[in-house]
DNA sequence: CTGTTAGCGCCTTCAC
DNA sequence: GTGAAGGCGCTAACAG
């Protein structure tokens, strides 16, 4: 015996109010020429049956389906979470729904094989276009619209925002030469991360252009996390040339240092000057306020989604390619040094 | 003119490796009547068209979509992330694929409403089961296997898994309480949300079984943030008799809680007693280890799935409401006082 | 204005 | 072992 059906599908409705399948379909779909009466009749018997329109048998007939999709490595990334936060806001106001997968904490083999099984398994069949945040697979094969937010630089072959991590790494060097340091701490982030290794290389080719020699202790490698922001600070301090400066990788990390470099009596930024990078809300009211860099991580949300609808509508794209701007963010824990020799 | 296909389909395959759809079908769904030739021969036609079938013709016709919703108001909250972080690690165990919505920073209002939605948009049409994160909306209109994280106690008609915020409180309060403290102050968090109410319940209930008179001018409302945490503080601090421990809702209001204690020129634990709760990671370093309580949130994911599978399986739930047990978390701010009188 | 008809891409009998 | 036909729930023509 086959069971009852569990769902109410559109013929059910049309059943009880008497009409065709078809007439609902125009009901549902807000068709103008349906009069007002069968409409008023249709929308009652909706609401107390309780139905609700099959995504997937929408989205078959009609390709289109009013929802997007973004596919993101892991949602405990502060930048991954700011993504989705930009693209929430921004998908409301468009009246597109918004349907996200992420991965939790894969190894980056097995999330490139997801990442794409992802976008084939959504993009054209319940997703009108989708938005890959720090995309692992080099490509995708899919023939909708796919806009990416990070990608690495150079395997861009679909449209992209990309954070400008070398450039901010470069204004905060910029900064912190410009005040006279000359011995930086560089706290790295996660290796296997791109924006940490960009921040890094920002780092690098700052000392390179100073003509400042590059000294491997001076780098320690963290995670982008306080406590071992803390630790590599820890590193640095015991240095014996100890640094005037510290850059930090992101925020946390800062903080952590910021907390080591207290913790043995010295003082921010008159002893030592901390700089940081996201500029987190921490950020504003850390000793009275961290020098850091924003990135405007939820606008690149915004304007992927922007770039996304305009792809669907087959709107033309004015630029492949958007690199949304960083800006350095003066606040408290830096201080020029007099020049040494 | 009909724009060509953007989509490989089945058909194409079938086309391509010159055997019917069925066939093609067969070797999909590794049905075992194959011919290995034919088998290997269809693969290869898969791999080099790029060929992925789509979700929704698969689900319309089979049911069965092996994708469970996951539905949560707002991945900014820990809470939430905590849950989403236990359901991706169990989902991918048991080989199902994950499909979260979450809605930004809705009106409590809006946000029912899209909740509804989207569970009527997913379930039974994309999504073989749906788990909603604390729902705002009392009922929900599927025929679906739906569970749900922690919705309010008394109005639930469908199987849950609850956050023990309650008995929470009460531990901590028990455990204050016994180190001699009666002038305990209590910095509450966001009354939208029921988690604070019911731990802000606990504290009282706590005071009035223990023969305090409850005094208003203890209990700050704060709103889960470090930064009001450090406002609330403040204003406990300012009391003509000022609280001998304070209660924070959550770890990040204890954090600030400390931040302006210590400002002060207070020590937390020897001039007052401070205690958290949701043992996030910080707390484990904050000041020499912040005492708190862990509600183990992550694991309230994994729970909710391992129900939803077993409704989508029709097994037997051996418990309808399943109560994730709390546990203080005894560390370093908390110290015994001498008995007032 | 409303009903009828023909698929969308896929899976599942049922023949062969 | 494989192909052909029917239909899942819905929308888009085309008739009336």
Redesign the interface.
């Known amino acids: 015996m086959k069971r009852p059906k569990?769902?109410v599908t559109i013929q059910d409705v049309a059943h009880a109010a008497s009409v065709s399948v078809s007439t609902v379909s125009r009901v549902l779909n807000d068709k103008d020429d349906v009069a007002l009466e069968t409409y008023e009749k249709v929308q009652r018997v909706i609401e107390d049956l309780?139905y609700?329109s099959?995504?997937?048998?929408r989205?078959?007939r009609s390709r289109k389906t009013n929802v997007i999709g973004l596919v993101v490595p892991d949602?405990?990334q502060a930048f991954c979470?700011n993504v989705?936060?930009g693209v929430?806001?921004t998908i409301?106001q468009l009246g597109y729904?918004?349907?996200?997968?992420?991965?939790?904490n894969?190894t980056k083999r097995s999330w490139a094989a997801r990442e794409h099984?992802?976008v084939?398994?959504?993009n054209?069949?319940?997703t009108d276009g989708i938005i890959v945040v720090t995309p692992t697979a080099e490509t995708f094969?899919t023939?909708?619209p796919l806009v990416a937010v990070d990608p690495h630089l150079d395997s861009t072959d679909f449209p992209a925002v990309i954070a400008t991590n070398h450039v901010g790494a470069l204004s905060v060097m910029e900064y912190l030469l410009g005040l006279g340091h000359r011995r930086i701490g560089f706290i790295g982030g996660r290796p296997d991360l791109q924006s940490a290794l960009r921040r890094l290389q920002g780092y690098k080719d700052s000392l390179c252009q100073a003509n400042i020699p590059f000294d491997p202790n001076l780098v320690q490698v963290g995670d982008f996390?306080?406590?071992t922001g803390?630790r590599c600070a820890q590193n640095l301090l015991a240095l014996p040339a100890r640094p005037t400066a510290i850059f930090a990788a992101n925020d946390r990390s800062a903080i952590g240092a910021i907390e080591a470099i207290t913790e043995i009596g010295l003082k921010v930024p008159e002893d030592i000057s901390v700089v940081g990078f996201d500029n987190i809300?921490?950020a504003s009211?850390v000793n009275g306020g961290l020098t850091t860099v924003d990135q405007f991580i939820s606008d690149m949300g915004r304007v992927a989604v922007e770039m996304l609808v305009k792809l669907i509508q087959n709107q033309p794209l004015e630029n492949q390619l958007f690199r949304m701007p960083t800006k350095l963010i003066v606040r408290n824990t830096c201080r020029a040094v007099a020049p040494e020799n």
């Open positions: 569990l769902t309780g609700a099959s995504l997937a048998a989205s078959m949602l405990e979470l989705v936060k929430n806001q409301e729904d918004l349907l996200v997968y992420s991965g939790g894969s099984r992802y084939s398994l959504l054209g069949s319940i094969s023939h909708y996390t306080r406590e803390y809300e921490e009211f």
